[in-house]
């Protein structure tokens, strides 16, 4: 049984990527006592492929916290570690991993995920891409008791955030990851205070959000302007949208829709200070852009570099 008073819980913190770091770092300076972190193992990455510990790992150890880093949280090791470590509760933030329920009956006030979508809207592994590629102008975050399903549990605390025109994934993910930590601090002082009750979700409302993959991030001219813009801003920075052109891979970065509809969809028209692409409706302004193999640049100097001519087309 918990010891649940107003000088905090006992708490062992869930998470891997660097979206999860506000939480981490609001949890640490809270009346909480983080006891240990659970992260994914090191992972190789980069050009060289070198193991790399996750962020959540390299704040852990700024603080010299015990980390367990299991290859799946249903291992008697890892479950025999938590036991002895003894949570009140586990938060979780992009943990990526299913958590089992041998784990999830440990802490006795269960599991507290932090998801950025308004549940039971974007269940799944990318609510903030798909909130911007469907043109929500509303999203959020919310803190729910994990269980078994898919982001199904009840709600504890919900907070609200616009999605701005020009919003990437990561610049929405990013102020929900900063606004979400103070959500997460407060629903573990409402838990500890015994002043909330969970809710559960509506059964309407619901909407998935699967991982977008790099298919998912290939442009389809012959969609309208703002589709394609959506599109773009939901797949930066990852997965990278992208298109062809002379036969190899072209990443595009965010765009503007033009007020010109006078191309054909993927037909490119570069001037002195701006390349336009036609779409299915309207013409969209291309920012900056990458080829393969090369470094990032603006869209008109990638024009001049490779001299553009009037008749070609992306993604044929």
């Not at 367990?68 to 479950?79: A, G, K």
């Not at 803190?143 to 605390?157: A, K, R, S």
């Given at each position: 049984?918990?010891?649940v ?15 999860a770091?506000?939480s ?13 972190v ?26 010299d916290?015990p980390v ?24 979780v933030?992009a ?39 469907h ?41 929900l990851?900063?606004g ?21 979700q ?8 699967p ?5 998912d ?31 190899a ?10 007020a ?15 390349v336009?692409v ?27 570099g ?10 044929g």
């Open positions: 049984m918990c010891d008073t107003s000088t905090g819980l006992r708490v062992v913190f869930a998470g891997t990527p660097e979206v770091v506000p981490l770092r609001a949890l640490l300076v809270s009346r909480h006592e983080v006891v240990g659970v992260t994914r193992p090191d992972a190789r990455s980069g050009r060289g492929r070198r193991e790399a510990a996750s962020p959540i790992r390299a704040v852990a150890g700024e603080h916290l367990l880093t299991p290859q799946r949280p249903s291992d008697p090791d890892f479950l025999a570690h938590l036991q002895e470590w003894a949570p009140d509760v586990c938060p933030v943990y990526g991993a299913l958590v089992p329920r041998a784990a999830l009956d440990i802490p006795a006030l269960g599991w507290v995920n932090l998801h950025f979508s308004l549940l039971p809207a974007w269940r799944g592994a990318a609510p903030v891409q798909h909130a911007i590629l043109g929500d102008e509303v999203t959020g975050a919310s803190t729910f008791l994990l269980e078994e399903g898919l982001d199904t549990g009840p709600v504890l605390g919900t907070m609200t955030e616009t999605v701005r025109p020009n919003d990437t994934s990561g610049d929405l993910l990013g102020r990851a900063d979400g930590a103070g959500l997460l601090t407060a629903t573990l002082d409402a838990l500890a205070d015994g002043a909330v009750t969970p809710v559960a509506a059964n309407d409302g619901v909407s998935l959000a991982k977008l993959t790099p298919v991030a290939q442009i389809d001219w012959q969609q309208p302007g703002f589709a394609v813009d959506r599109r773009i801003r939901a797949c930066t920075p990852a997965p990278g949208a992208w298109t062809t052109h002379r036969g891979r072209l990443k595009i970065f965010p765009v503007e829709v033009a010109s509809r006078e191309l054909e969809p993927g037909q490119v028209r570069a001037g002195k200070r701006e336009l036609g779409t299915g409706a309207g013409d969209v302004c291309l920012g900056r852009v990458q080829p393969q193999g090369k470094k990032l640049m603006a869209a008109a100097d990638w024009a001049r490779i001299r553009i001519s009037e008749n070609e087309v992306l993604g």
